[in-house]
Nanobody, 118 residues
Framework: QVQPVESGGGSVNAGESLRLSCVAS????MGWFRQAPGKEREGVAH???????SYADSVKGRFTISRDNAKNTLYLQMNSLEPEDTAMYYC????????????????WGQGTQVTVSS
């Protein structure tokens, strides 16, 4: 298993968009988590190998998770970004149960910073 590697973070203004990417080995479930300073890491979205996705309520309608199984790449398209979205974003992969729980994931990337200014 290759450790996931994220890219695509950056600094934007509120209302703008960013697209995160993550390259990892082939796994059943892949997800995005985020952690803001002083807060616990929380699930943002996850998707299984069949393309079934699930989102946190705070990002529904704004973020879209997708994956390219041929390239072993996970994406997170983030639109209408808000200052509250500022966090380190982590890519994670799981061989088993696909969920929004941190404990389900076996492999983690180092993270990519997303900063949204008002």
């Amino acid at each position: 298993q290759v450790q996931p590697v994220e890219s695509g973070g950056g600094s934007v203004n509120a209302g703008e968009s960013l697209r995160l990417s993550c390259v990892a080995s082939e796994t059943y479930c892949m997800g995005w988590f985020r952690q803001a300073p002083g807060k616990e890491r929380e699930g943002v979205a996850h998707i299984d190998s069949d393309g079934i996705a699930s989102y946190a309520d705070s990002v529904k309608g704004r973020f879209t998770i997708s994956r390219d199984n041929a390239k072993n790449t996970l994406y997170l398209q983030m639109n209408s970004l808000e200052p509250e979205d500022t966090a380190m974003y982590y890519c994670a992969a799981a061989d088993g149960l696909c969920s929004g729980s941190r404990g389900s994931y076996n492999y983690w990337g180092q993270g990519t910073q997303v900063t949204v200014s008002s």
